[in-house]
């Protein structure tokens, strides 16, 4: 077996929330884990597979900083936000940013399957 096949996965988790970042250390298992502020995360994105984006505390700055990342190359391959339900608006904004929002209720019901699930914002 390869090096990099048993390296563990790297997530980073934009949110000062507490109760996230103890709810997304549990559900990562073997995957390192790197929390952030929802805003400021860019500098932790080298060799991520999977942002985690607070959209409720980082809103349309943090997806501002994420279009930066993706245009200068630095955007992991799975980018989910979790984020009120209600939030139309923020959801669309989202998905332009590449982002795949999900409601706050149904991510933390699922949440090791959605950082590991599927890569296209629309689905």
Known sequence: MD?????????????????????VLEAAGDADVVTTDATGFRSSLAGAAVLILDLDEGGTDALDELIAARAA???????????????????????????????????????????????????
């Open 3 to 23: 090096a990099a096949a048993t390296m563990p996965t790297r997530w980073v988790l934009a949110s000062s929330d507490l109760n996230a970042r103890a709810r």
């Open 73 to 123: 190359d630095e955007e992991p391959e799975r980018v989910i936000g979790f984020m009120s339900h209600v939030d139309r608006e923020l959801g669309r904004k989202a998905r332009e940013a590449g982002c795949r929002p999900i409601a706050r209720g149904r991510f933390w019901a699922h949440l090791h399957d959605e950082a590991e699930g599927p890569t296209d914002p629309s689905s």
